[in-house]
């Protein structure tokens, strides 16, 4: 099992930057695809970014493709979603979830381990 924790979110102007992290603790995150989903306030949960277990596939939402980047550092049992450019409906509770199997999903029902979230607020 493993445990997922969410930092770097906030308030920041449209077209300023966020980089958000995610960190595993007990079972290693290597063991693990992980992913990006978004939740605005009304709104359907949103695949943002995933990531193979060796990095070497990424896959993104139509909506955020060439702004964000997702990346990790199996070292650190961290992810990382670097968002660029960002505009007020990038605005959400950004959530980190991890999935067990080898396949690379954007459905979050394939994730079996979310963290609680991080709130991204983009001003215009």
């Known amino acids: 099992q493993v445990q997922l924790v969410e930092s770097g979110g906030g308030l920041v102007q449209a077209g300023g930057s966020l980089r958000l992290s995610c960190t595993a603790s007990?079972?290693?995150?290597?063991?693990?695809?992980m992913g990006w989903f978004r939740q605005a306030p009304g709104k359907e949960r949103e695949f943002v970014a995933t990531i193979s277990r060796s990095g070497g596939r990424t896959y993104y939402g139509d909506s955020v493709k060439g702004r964000f980047t997702i990346s990790r550092d199996n070292a650190k049992n961290t992810v990382y979603l670097q968002m660029n450019n960002l505009k007020p409906e990038d605005t959400a509770l950004y959530y980190c979830?991890?999935?067990?199997?080898?396949?690379?999903?954007?459905?979050?029902?394939?994730?079996?381990?979310w963290g609680p979230g991080t709130q991204v607020t983009v001003s215009s």
């Open positions: 007990g079972r290693t995150s290597s063991s693990y695809t």
């Open positions: 979830a991890a999935d067990d199997s080898f396949f690379v999903s954007k459905s979050g029902s394939t994730y079996d381990y």
